[in-house]
């Protein structure tokens, strides 16, 4: 029974594991459509999207799930160290990417209030 767990608790890590790369590339893939198509290269509009950092907030929520299961199935300490090293990593990272959409938010909703005084 322990080895079924072990195995169910394995696919499925990797299957989430692989569901956020995916997500990485199509985010990537998206932007890199949007700068080019899109934007024309225009690094102002370019760095006001907000798609790219939220899809890889989201991708990086999936990536810690896997790890978190993963610590179910650790057979020694140098694996929940391991296992651990990265979720510290992956959270920090999340945290950072939280984080610099918030202040893209924030700049926009500044230049657009700004830009609505300099209208009236």
Do not use: C
Request: charged content about 20%.
């Amino acid at each position: 029974m322990e080895k079924i767990i072990h195995s169910v608790i394995k696919y499925t890590a990797m299957f989430i594991e692989l569901w956020g790369v995916l997500l990485i590339l199509f985010a990537v893939f998206q932007e890199l459509y949007k700068a080019i198509f899109k934007f024309n290269l225009n690094l102002n509009k370019i760095i006001k999207d907000q798609a790219l950092n939220q899809g890889l907030a989201v991708a990086l929520e999936f990536l810690l799930a896997a790890e978190i299961l993963k610590t179910l199935i650790v057979r020694n300490y140098s694996q929940i160290i391991e296992v651990g090293a990265l979720v510290i990593i992956r959270i920090l990272i999340a945290v950072m990417l939280h984080w610099e959409l918030k202040q893209k938010r924030e700049s926009f909703e500044l230049e657009n209030k700004m830009i609505k005084n300099d209208k009236n």
